[in-house]
């Protein structure tokens, strides 16, 4: 109780003071209304942002793990992969123009370049209608009613997978896994840190996916809330 008081008190205080810099798990990112909008700010604030997939991937990925990140966001997961991996193991994609200078501004806070192609990886290449939310926190390949759609450049998964040779796959795609990960060789990668949404594709098709996984010699390792790491 009383840390749940600290962690309140400790939050309306930054709220307050409104820094534009957040430092967490060791990670500096930037907290500026300029580069952010409000709900993540709120998030990094709260310091609970990606929580659940940063415990995931510090538990997961060894400095030989050679990293495909599907959805970067703000960067945060992508630096934290960094720190483990080498920020020259990394691959990052993010289709959504405006997070491209917030995810470069991150990884120069924290002393690196990120090695990031903007654009949506998809099933096929080429271009793809694209749905962006206002408040950039859940873009994706689906329309779920909270922004426009624009059209994006694409890469092939499965293209990328076979050229690239990651070792684990890092996924945050709002949906999309369900069919991203029927759409490449899964022989190669060992570990897959990801967060499901079956509030938006519903229950059976994450469980399909489950055991798709488990078919390819895939178990899940842990579950934090609705992020898993599967391992063979």
Do not use: W
Request: aromatic share 8%.
């Amino acid at each position: 109780m009383l840390g749940h008081f600290g962690r309140r008190l400790a939050y309306k205080i930054r709220r307050k003071l409104a820094p534009k810099t957040i430092k967490l798990h060791g990670i500096t990112l930037t907290a500026d209304l300029q580069d952010v909008p409000k709900g993540i700010r709120k998030q990094l604030y709260q310091k609970n942002y990606e929580h659940q997939e940063f415990l995931l991937v510090r538990e997961a990925l060894m400095p030989a793990d050679r990293v495909l990140e599907v959805g970067a966001g703000i960067g945060f997961i992508g630096i934290a992969c960094a720190r483990i991996c080498g920020q020259d193991n990394i691959l990052s994609y993010e289709p959504n123009p405006a997070m491209k200078p917030v995810i470069e501004k991150n990884y120069a806070l924290n002393g690196m370049r990120p090695n990031l192609r903007n654009k949506v990886l998809a099933t096929k290449p080429g271009e793809v209608e694209f749905f962006f939310d206002e408040g950039v926190l859940s873009s994706s390949l689906i329309d779920r009613k909270h922004g426009g759609a624009t059209r994006v450049a694409a890469d092939a998964i499965s293209e990328v997978v076979e050229s690239y040779g990651p070792s684990a796959l890092v996924m945050d795609v709002e949906g999309a896994e369900v069919d991203l990960l029927r759409n490449c060789n899964l022989r190669k990668i060992n570990k897959i840190i990801i967060e499901m949404h079956p509030h938006v594709v519903g229950a059976d098709k994450i469980e399909d996916l489950c055991n798709y996984l488990s078919g390819n010699g895939f178990s899940i390792v842990r579950r934090i809330g609705k992020s898993y790491y599967f391992s063979k």
